[in-house]
């Protein structure tokens, strides 16, 4: 079993509905990661958090909106998401996000966009 | 840009078998290289890393060669097992201060009875 959870598995949402994916971990990590994966493809990274203070934006759309409410937990709030959106989202954390440590990763939120 | 990249899209092996799965990579910067394994429907877990100033590193059935030479990294699995059968990522991090991961496209591995 993975040490890093992700809610809800599954997510099926309408262009307009708003949204948030969670993730936790209580590894005692303050680096976390999230990233896309589309089907067969690599997974991309989308924004790194290091102590609880967002450091990486990789020129994500702002329909998706990052948190960070302490350091054990991730959101990433959805709101008018396009079908091409629909992937699978991955969290992941590290012990520090400046050193040569290993990301565990969730096993990641589906989310298709109708 | 910089990119990470396999050469091989599926490899088939038989079980009991070695595999070798390789990966090539272009920024000559990045320090710290890391093997996923990620099977149908769950994240990627991790294998086995390597830092830049090491060539060779060993795991349970597992080891890790690098190349800064020629820029390649392999992963060498023993004595294939069916639950082996996933796809194989490469990563390497690129030295931003932060741990910006880089993931090669996959190699889907196939391991058949």
């Known amino acids: 079993d993975t040490e890093v959870t992700q809610t809800p598995k599954h997510l099926v949402m309408g262009m307009t509905n708003k949204k948030s994916l969670k993730c936790e971990q209580h590894?005692?990590?303050?680096?976390m990661y999230w990233y896309k994966q589309k089907a067969k493809k690599p997974p991309e990274l989308m924004f790194v958090?290091?102590?609880?203070?967002?450091?990486i934006n990789e020129s994500v759309p702002s329909r998706f909106s990052p948190e960070c409410p302490n350091s054990s937990l991730l959101n990433l709030h959805l709101h008018a998401l396009q079908p091409e959106d629909s992937a699978l989202y991955l969290c992941?954390?590290?012990?520090?996000?400046?050193?040569?440590?290993?990301?565990?990763f969730g096993d990641g939120t589906r989310l298709s966009i109708l | 840009g910089e990119s990470v990249g396999l050469h091989l899209p599926t490899l088939s092996v038989q079980e009991g078998d070695n595999s070798i799965i390789n990966c090539a990579y272009s920024?000559?910067?990045?320090?710290?290289f890391i093997w996923y394994k990620q099977e149908s429907g769950k994240g990627p877990q991790f294998i086995i890393d390597?830092?830049?100033?090491?060539d060779k590193r060993q795991g349970q059935r597992v080891t890790v060669l690098l190349n800064k030479t020629v820029k390649h990294l392999s992963l060498q699995i023993a004595a294939t097992q069916p639950g082996d059968s996933a796809v194989y990522f490469c990563?390497?991090?690129?030295?931003?201060?932060?741990?910006?991961?880089?993931f090669g496209t996959g190699t889907r591995l196939l391991v058949s009875p």
């Open positions: 992941a954390s590290s012990p520090t996000a400046g050193v040569n440590q290993p990301q565990h």
């Open positions: 590894m005692g990590h303050r680096a």
């Open positions: 958090y290091s102590y609880e203070k967002l450091s």
């Open positions: 920024n000559s910067a990045s320090d710290y």
């Open positions: 390597i830092r830049s100033n090491m």
């Open positions: 990563a390497e991090k690129e030295d931003t201060g932060f741990q910006k991961l880089v």
